[in-house]
């Protein structure tokens, strides 16, 4: 069964930290670029980061540059987003998703074949 599981959401105090995994299985994780995503209630789900299939190329939302970081162990079949400095405005439900490509090519929802379930992150004092 294909799948990929997110984990490691939870609550935290604004300035704090949490590093997401997104485990693949049933798959190649190694093949595709990977997405992560958020989706705050009422709002639209919006593209966050992404990583190319090896790792090399990574890239960001404007929101999050240089607070968070996108890595990834394809031997352990997983994929990281740690996030430093969280706001307020960085609570969402955060997803990863597979893309169809190995390189990143943006963050349309129909390039992304294959979603998590996704994790809650909510930031509050």
């Known amino acids: 069964q294909l799948q990929l599981v997110e984990s490691g959401g939870g609550l935290v105090q604004p300035g704090g930290s949490l590093r997401l995994s997104c485990a693949a299985s049933?798959?190649?994780?190694?093949?595709?670029?990977i997405g992560w995503f958020r989706q705050a209630p009422g709002k639209e789900r919006e593209g966050v980061s992404c990583?190319?299939?090896?790792?090399?190329?990574?890239a960001y939302a404007d929101s999050v540059k240089g607070r968070f970081t996108v890595s990834r162990d394809n031997a352990k079949k997983t994929v990281y987003l740690q996030m430093n400095g969280l706001e307020p405005e960085d609570a969402a439900v955060y997803y990863c998703?597979?893309?169809?490509?190995?390189?990143?090519?943006?963050?349309?929802?129909?390039?992304?074949?294959?979603w998590g379930q996704g994790t809650q992150v909510t930031v509050s004092s």
């Open positions: 990583i190319s299939s090896g790792g090399s190329n990574t």
């Open positions: 049933g798959f190649r994780l190694d093949y595709y670029a």
């Open positions: 998703a597979a893309s169809a490509l190995s390189h990143c090519s943006g963050y349309a929802r129909r390039g992304y074949d294959l």
